[in-house]
């Protein structure tokens, strides 16, 4: 669900060599943060595609008004590389105070490029909020890193993801699913077109891509640190393989893809695919109770693991609202928003909260909350996949474009 940066701003920021600039906002003292934070205003930049993150940002908002007079403003990203371009023309600008962007939904490419040139708020910040304490990131690596890149504190989590499969069982029995993504091959040349994934560099279209990846790559590690150009043909070689015999089986051959998630999950439900994915295990559920799925819909995972990883909101260097910023992070990480956010019939995001950490209150109010009909409980998710350094990302879209865009 998350919006990446692309090669061209990567490139872009690694040749201006940008260095960050420290604010005199420290979340280390809370009371001032607080005192800042009143009559500010919180621009924050997030995904703004599915009617239902938007009105969880909405009540985020308006608690947000109510309790502590910061007004939020969420602008609305198709990209999460557009918040990336803006900081970054504002740094080419020389606009080192009073940035636009105030906090952003990030992460993989787009938090390691801003990272390295400097572009985010001081490092540390995250583990300071007075919700940090609740966080599970004992238990939850990718917490602490973000796509193999060290946090550093530089980006407080908000959610959970773990890539999950739907099909509607009133079309397909259970015995039918594939397995794994050899599976998956096999599966849709015994049922051509019914298949098919959103165009890179959709952010969903490229998760899927990394997941083939992960499961053919002959050594996993490699995924692990830059692609090496050296050898990037023949480590990626299994994975185009599999797309070159997959491409002519998909939905309309190919030729064309879904525009989105919105729009693949659309397709579920008219019939015209068997199995979709998601980025989160309770989406399946979250659409059903939105009457955007019917109720026959139900997920599943490869026993040898899906994708996995965590999602995060930063404050640029220059932030012009960084204690109403700050407040904001706190308070989405809060029990009560967590708790909010994983309610499927309200969003159904996965928490990255430790129950054991939690107050007795709410930690029962998590152990109630009906994840739905659709979701697999936590232990029937799998093994989560590692992903890959945002290197391959990077360099995998740009070979699936020249290989399979539609326009070819």
């Not at 199995?275 to 799925?293: K, R, T």
Request: hydrophobic residues 40%.
């Amino acid at each position: 669900m998350i919006r990446r940066a692309g090669k061209i701003i990567a490139a872009a920021l690694l040749a201006l060599g940008l260095a960050g600039k420290a604010s005199a906002t420290d979340a280390g003292n809370w009371e001032a943060v607080v005192a800042e934070a009143r009559g500010q205003t919180v621009y924050f930049n997030a995904w703004g595609g599915s009617e239902n993150v938007n009105a969880y940002i909405r009540w985020a908002g308006d608690e947000m008004k109510a309790r502590y007079g910061v007004t939020v403003a969420h602008v609305k990203l198709d990209d999460t590389a557009k918040a990336t371009a803006t900081v970054l023309a504002e740094k080419s600008a020389g606009k080192d105070e009073g940035g636009s962007v105030d906090l952003v939904w990030i992460n993989g490419e787009n938090f390691a490029a801003m990272k390295r040139e400097g572009l985010l708020y001081a490092p540390g910040w995250a583990t300071k909020l007075p919700n940090w304490r609740y966080v599970d990131h004992e238990n939850t690596p990718t917490v602490l890193t973000d796509f193999t890149i060290p946090t550093d504190g530089l980006e407080s989590p908000w959610g959970g993801a773990k890539l999950v499969f739907f099909y509607d069982s009133a079309r397909m029995k259970a015995s039918e699913l594939p397995d794994s993504a050899a599976d998956l091959l096999e599966w849709a040349a015994a049922n051509p077109g019914r298949f098919s994934y959103p165009q890179p560099p959709d952010f969903t279209g490229s998760s899927f891509l990394k997941q083939v990846l992960i499961e053919l790559v002959d050594d996993r590690a490699k995924l692990q640190k830059p692609v090496d150009e050296k050898t990037f043909a023949t480590d990626a070689a299994p994975l185009f393989a599999c797309l070159d015999k997959l491409t002519p089986l998909l939905w309309r051959k190919g030729k064309a893809y879904p525009q989105n998630y919105a729009d693949m999950k659309q397709k579920l439900a008219d019939g015209e695919l068997d199995i979709i994915f998601a980025f989160n295990p309770a989406e399946a559920s979250s659409a059903i109770a939105n009457g955007e799925l019917p109720e026959t819909i139900r997920s599943f995972v490869f026993s040898g693991g899906t994708l996995g990883n965590t999602h995060f909101v930063a404050i640029p260097y220059n932030a012009t609202a960084k204690a109403g910023a700050l407040l904001l992070a706190d308070f989405l990480l809060s029990p009560e928003a967590q708790l909010r956010k994983q309610d499927p019939n309200i969003w159904g995001d996965p928490t990255v909260l430790s129950p054991a950490k939690l107050p007795e209150a709410d930690r029962s109010a998590f152990e109630r909350l009906d994840l739905g009909i659709a979701t697999l409980h936590p232990d029937e998710l799998g093994p989560a996949l590692d992903e890959p350094h945002p290197d391959w990302m990077t360099r995998i879209e740009t070979e699936w474009i020249r290989r399979y865009g539609a326009a070819n």
